[in-house]
């Protein structure tokens, strides 16, 4: 038995204590049916809800109180749950008719058994399958976004950061800066650390370049990692001056990271796409080249060995 058949099985056995005798049968046609034995063989009735509340009487009940705990009455049941009671008084029945009212009346609690099972079979269903139908659309969302995010940092994957980079060719956004990060020393940190370090540096930048764009309103910046330690990132109808201080802020904000085994620094390259005939292939190689550049300057600059190897040295 799977487990969806089983969880329902069990949403079955549990939920019938949630209904009252109006969500399972229709109250107006079980009193006629009680005014009917009531008229043809002066049979008394009462029903009650499962607490002992009293829905309907026919016939003389007068000072009597239900007791469903000690005298329950008949009991209308569904999945093994009570969900109603009839009380009957056969004071004015006729002998010879004393039977035949009793029959009436076993057959009509059956039937009501039967209606208010079926009632909350379909019931339950519904909502299952409601309940199901939007779990797959949750499911089919979060596959869907989730086939587009890193993992690691929720950013962009490579994929999808190429998609969204045609979108931009297509529509002809100009001007759009184009920018190349690549971390420093990665491999340093994951061949002297261990892997959960080097991950741990990875989400740190990311989470820079995420919070430097929106300080800066930057809304519509499509940032992706494209590769380990690689992050394209390109901003649509931004001038050079912004992009050019984004890319500082992002700089100085891994420069500044306290920590007592990590040493954030990125390289940086920045090149603008002013013409639509421009390809973003092209621009983003020339950022790439510019990065390098970036990153010769950095890693030869008086005390970056030193930071870098600060967590080693502890």
Known sequence: MNE?????EQRLEQNSKNYSPKDLFHLE??????????ES????????????????TKGDFDGF???????????????????????????????????????LLNAYIKTL????????????????????????????????HSGQNDPLTGMLNRNCFI??????????????????????????VDDNFDEEESDRL???????????????????AVIGRVEGDVFHILLPLTEEDEAKNYCSKIQQACNQFEDDKLAPSIAVGCVMRTNVEESFKNILS???YAMLENKFEIKNAPGYRARLEKGIQK
Not at 4 to 8: P, R, S
Not at 29 to 38: P, T
Not at 113 to 129: D, R
Not at 164 to 187: F, G, S, Y
């Open 163 to 188: 998609s969204q980079m045609k979108e931009l060719a297509d529509r002809e956004i100009v001007p759009t800066a184009a920018i190349c990060v690549n971390i420093n020393d990665w491999k340093f």
């Open 286 to 288: 020339d950022a790439e």
């Open 65 to 103: 109180k239900p007791d469903v705990v000690n005298k329950p009455g008949n009991k209308i049941r569904v999945k093994g749950r009570t969900v109603c009671h009839i009380y009957a008084k056969y004071d004015n029945v006729a002998d010879e008719d004393l039977e035949s009212a009793k029959k």
């Open 4 to 8: 969806k058949k089983i969880a329902f």
């Open 202 to 220: 990875i989400v740190i930048v990311a989470n820079i370049l995420r919070e430097k764009a929106k300080e800066a309103g930057l809304d519509k």
């Open 29 to 38: 046609d079980a009193e006629e049916m009680l005014s009917q034995l009531k």
């Open 113 to 144: 058994e039967n209606c208010s099972e079926k009632s909350y079979l379909a019931s339950e269903q519904a909502v299952y399958i409601d309940e199901l139908e939007q779990q797959v659309e949750k499911d089919a969302y979060q596959a869907k």
């Open 41 to 56: 063989y002066g049979l008394d009735t009462l029903m009650t809800d499962r607490h002992g509340s009293i829905l309907m």
